[in-house]
């Protein structure tokens, strides 16, 4: 996996725009959805210009009020077979393209 996405370090900015990012969620009302991982996770996409591969409903709610790309990795949950508890969210950090 590490070969196929590499890593993306998180740095202090990430921190201060997943608190900025929170605010902008509490101020349409949707501050629950979101918790600090995700927040975190989404910011350092965002501030490092990568496509957040997703499969979590959070980070939608995230992007709508970021404006950051996005990218479902696999059928939205209620859409595939499995066990659900097989199914959460597992953000991954694209590096490449998605084309």
């Keep these: 996996m590490r070969e196929l996405f590499g890593w ?17 969620l509490t ?4 501050q629950r959805g979101a918790g600090p991982v995700d927040l ?3 910011a350092t996409a965002e501030l490092r ?3 957040l591969l997703h499969r979590d409903h959070d980070f939608d709610c ?9 990218q479902w990795y696999a059928p ?3 859409k595939q ?8 969210a597992i953000p ?3 590096v490449g393209s998605l084309a």
């Design 81 to 88: 077979r499995g066990h659900p508890r097989r199914r959460g």
């Design 27 to 30: 101020a349409k009302g949707q």
């Design 8 to 24: 993306a370090p998180v740095d202090d900015r990430a921190y201060d725009r997943a608190w900025q990012a929170q605010g902008l």
């Design 40 to 42: 975190v996770v989404a």
């Design 76 to 78: 939205e949950a209620g």
């Design 92 to 94: 991954i950090l694209n």
């Design 49 to 51: 210009g990568l496509t």
């Design 62 to 70: 995230v992007a709508a009020v970021t404006g950051q790309p996005l």
